[in-house]
């Protein structure tokens, strides 16, 4: 931190360099020769004529209440009068200092928030199978994800996945897993080493997932399930919902997890969803009644997120296309 060296004359100055003394004091002329990211102390009218964009705690006369508003509107991080220095004022400069290092990670949340956007995969049609997909965080990060790749020629893996909790550490967990692209070849294989890297790394988090291995030439789908709700649902043109339950463990809660595979067909027109909990969010009622009535909107395809959300949704859906003859 530096404390500026007042140019107007002021009798409180002395008390200041008593209690700031262990700062180093410059002189305004010199500013640019020093870090703009470290916290500085300075004179209200100094902090207002100057071209200024260092964090700033400004200090005022005590009859210059509209200065000090002046600051605020133009950034200033905190302001304090000078007849009424802290006695303590290195406990108060840690306080602000630590609420302005958390105020700057907020405000880089957006461009991480642009960044987790772009790894995850576009929207891909391959021979006649489509996936398309809804990701809408009710912040500016997101504990769900979802991803798909090709296996061979024959097999794409995908999944849905959601991590615990909200927030920047769920959010980072995302990445990693997005690190697991292509790192593995089954259902079951991408669940058992999410859930190993999990239990080794004693991450205090846990994951549910559905993940499955499309064949697009026998047109079938294996799917497994690790502790998700909702499961896999299965829609096919004319026909009931199918769902696809589990009573598997999330991962990373034991070592011994054990998932079980289930294998579908998938006619022409079908579609299979994989949802997060979040998609339950625009419906009322317990939680059956909220899984009913969203399995009507998907199967209308009338399903419409809500503007403002208190819960991640992501939705990934794989449809197999009606074939021309």
Known sequence: MYFIYPTRTLKQLDRALALFADL???KLSNIQRYDSNRIYIADVQDFLTQDWDCPTVVIAQSHEG????????????????????????YESLQ????????????????????LQKRLLPNPI???????????????????????????DDQHILFYLADVSGHGVTSSLLTSWMAAFH???????????KLNDMLINENIEKHI???????????????CCNAGHFPPAIHLIPGQEAKILSSSS??????????????????????????????ALEPF????????????????????????????DIAILSLKRLNESK
């Open 95 to 114: 306080i602000i200092e630590a609420q302005y290092k958390r105020n700057q990670d907020s405000r880089d949340l957006p461009a991480a928030a642009a």
């Open 24 to 26: 180093e004091w410059v």
């Open 125 to 151: 049609q391959v021979n006649s199978y489509r996936f398309d997909s809804l990701f809408q965080p009710s912040a500016y990060l997101s504990g769900d994800w979802f991803d798909y790749w090709w296996v």
């Open 284 to 311: 009322s009622g317990g939680l059956n009644e909220q899984f009913n009535q969203l399995i009507q909107k998907l199967s209308e395809q009338q399903f419409q997120p809500p503007e403002q959300v208190n819960d």
């Open 66 to 89: 509209q200065a000090l508003s002046q600051a605020w509107q133009k950034g200033a991080l905190a302001g304090w009068i000078w007849d009424d220095l802290p006695n303590h004022p």
């Open 249 to 278: 463990f999330p991962l990373g809660l034991t070592e011994d997890l054990e998932v079980e595979a289930v294998s579908l067909h998938m006619p022409q027109g079908s579609r299979l969803i994989l949802c997060s909990d979040g």
């Open 182 to 192: 292509q790192r593995a070849f089954s259902p079951q294989q991408l669940i058992y």
């Open 208 to 222: 549910t997932m559905v993940s499955g291995l499309v064949n697009l030439h026998t047109h079938t789908v294996t």
